[in-house]
């Protein structure tokens, strides 16, 4: 009986490890298949998931594109716009300078045309002013001339007249000295004709060479007396001639 028992129970143990080593294989099988079922399961879930994600990306890209070309497009037509722009404004801006230069360069010619205008006017009048200028120097010189003769004739008066007091004093002078002579002679030769006669005893001998002396000195007198009044002539026809008497 304990035979049997032992028996038994070495079965049961052989079984029982025989249905633990079965137990152990189909467990790790069951690992096995699980982790390849769950690998392929896993693998067919990513493969899925990248799938989508792929598609997304690419109607992401398609937008990207879409979005790229109608970006371009709309960068090509604003361009266009801003070139027109731009050119207009620039067109503008050119037609604004050129008509502010165009007046500027009016405005010059205006002054301009006003300048030569006044310059025509100050060269006429400096023409005028030269020649009135050269009028008036040419008066001037001859109103200098005039005036230098006029010196000169108020010199030569002053001269004439001082020269004709001077002469007239001489002549005078002269004049009284032979009106004082010629009674002296007279006596000298009334004396000078008793000596020679013999018949005065009071006439001197030398009333003869006194008597000559005396003529002598009357010649002299009215030669020197026909000199001043042939100066007083000469100062007369001067003075006539220089418009002072």
């Known amino acids: 009986m304990d035979k049997r028992l032992e028996n038994t129970e070495e079965e049961n143990v052989v079984v029982i490890e025989q249905k633990d080593n079965k137990t152990r294989l189909y467990i790790i099988l069951a690992v096995v298949l699980g982790a390849a079922l769950g690998g392929v399961i896993g693998s067919s879930s990513t493969a899925n998931r990248w799938q989508e994600t792929y598609d997304a990306l690419e109607v992401r890209y398609q937008d990207l594109l879409d979005e790229k070309t109608e970006l371009a497009t709309s960068v090509e037509r604003r361009t266009a716009e801003l070139d ?16 502010t230069y165009e007046s500027e360069i009016a405005d010059r010619d205006r002054k301009i045309a006003a300048l030569n205008k006044q310059n025509e006017t100050l060269r006429t009048e400096l023409s005028d002013n030269q020649e009135s200028l050269a009028s008036s120097n040419q008066a001037n010189e001859q109103l200098n001339r005039q005036a230098d003769m006029q010196v000169v ?89 220089i418009g002072v008497n």
């Open 153 to 241: 004739m108020l010199e030569r008066s002053r001269e004439l007249f001082q020269r004709e007091l001077t002469v007239k004093a001489e002549l005078a002078k002269l004049e009284d000295q032979r009106d004082e002579l010629i009674p002296s002679i007279e006596r000298l030769k009334k004396d000078c004709d008793l000596f020679l006669e013999g018949t005065s005893w009071d006439a001197k001998s030398d009333a003869c060479d006194r008597q000559d002396e005396a003529n002598s000195r009357l010649s002299q007198i009215n030669q020197m007396i026909q000199v001043h009044r042939m100066d007083l002539e000469e100062i007369e026809a001067i003075a006539k001639e």
């Open 84 to 99: 027109t722009e731009v050119e207009e404004k620039l067109n503008e801006e050119m037609e604004e300078q050129i008509a």
